[in-house]
């Protein structure tokens, strides 16, 4: 896995930067080609934790763009004021096409699946991450910066667009970084136990349970007894109630197309009934 962070050139003489691994698909992976005016604002997380290990694995491949190569004066300015005037600076479209029509010369005859990340964008949930995990394209993730980005590149290049909620944050660095994160644990192969992705919360429309580890008893606070038993049943039975009860009082949203048996709606119907006194 080449480092990320490391600089090379094209036969182009453009620069961009690289966490690339094995580009071998024997098996299932993802791609993501990322374009930014800040690349060294993602170089660190993707060296971290689960996502440096899925690239070891040869699950993940993520490259990183820097936009500001691909601009054509000395200062390698990539934005400009608005026409009409207004607040903030707007990203060109100039530098912008200049590095999506590289890479894709990169990668004759691959398909793209191309996303802009940008408050303005559909907002990105569980389900979505399950999606793009499935993707097949290689995923090029925009990021926005700024106060806008050209509309021209969201007309002719952007093929949809994430946001991660109605706040706005420092730029798309950040978003694409959850959106890296959130499809690559749902890789077969990525977490050590098949099941954790499932297990965690929104697998199964709901909230997790609680967890607890070492020792038994803190400072006067135990474990459930459930827990200790060391009967599946009851183990399981008691981690998807306190799962029900969880999300009853935190997201009670989810409820609504989470997918339920009747067993869980007799157990929300006590768990009601009991906060109601």
């Known amino acids: 896995m080449s480092p990320v962070g490391e600089n090379f050139e094209n036969d182009n003489g453009s620069r961009h930067e690289s966490c690339a691994v094995s580009a071998d698909r024997v098996m299932r992976k993802l791609n993501f080609e990322v374009l930014t005016l800040f690349p060294g604002m993602l170089t660190g997380p993707l060296n971290e934790s689960i996502i440096k290990r899925a690239g070891e694995k040869k699950l993940l491949n993520v490259r990183i763009w820097n936009i500001r190569d691909f601009t054509e004066d ?22 912008i096409f200049k590095t999506f029509e590289t ?36 995923i090029v993730l925009l990021c926005g910066h700024y106060e806008a980005i050209d509309e021209r590149v969201r007309e002719a290049l952007v093929d949809e667009e994430l946001s991660l909620g ?62 200790l038993s060391g009967n599946h049943d009851e183990i399981w039975k008691w981690r998807r109630r306190e799962s029900l009860k969880a999300t009853l009082q935190k997201r009670p949203d989810l409820l609504e197309s989470a997918e339920l048996s009747d067993e ?14």
């Open 74 to 95: 000395k200062h390698r300015t990539a934005d400009d004021s608005p026409y009409g005037g207004g607040a903030g600076m707007v990203l060109k479209p100039g530098p």
């Open 103 to 138: 890479l894709k010369a990169e990668y004759p005859g691959e398909k793209f699946l191309t996303i802009l990340l940008s408050p303005q964008g559909r907002v990105f949930h569980h389900q979505e991450a399950e999606r793009l995990s499935r993707e097949t394209r290689r």
């Open 264 to 277: 869980d709606r007799k157990v929300l119907a006590e768990l009601k009934q009991r906060m109601e006194h």
């Open 166 to 227: 109605d706040y706005v944050i420092t730029g798309g660095e950040l978003a694409a970084l959850v959106v890296i994160d959130a499809a690559t644990r749902l890789l077969p192969g990525v977490l050590g136990d098949e099941e954790s992705a499932y297990r965690d919360s929104f697998g199964d429309g709901l909230l997790d349970h609680p967890h607890y580890t070492r020792p038994a008893e803190f400072r006067g606070m135990k474990v459930p007894d459930a827990l």
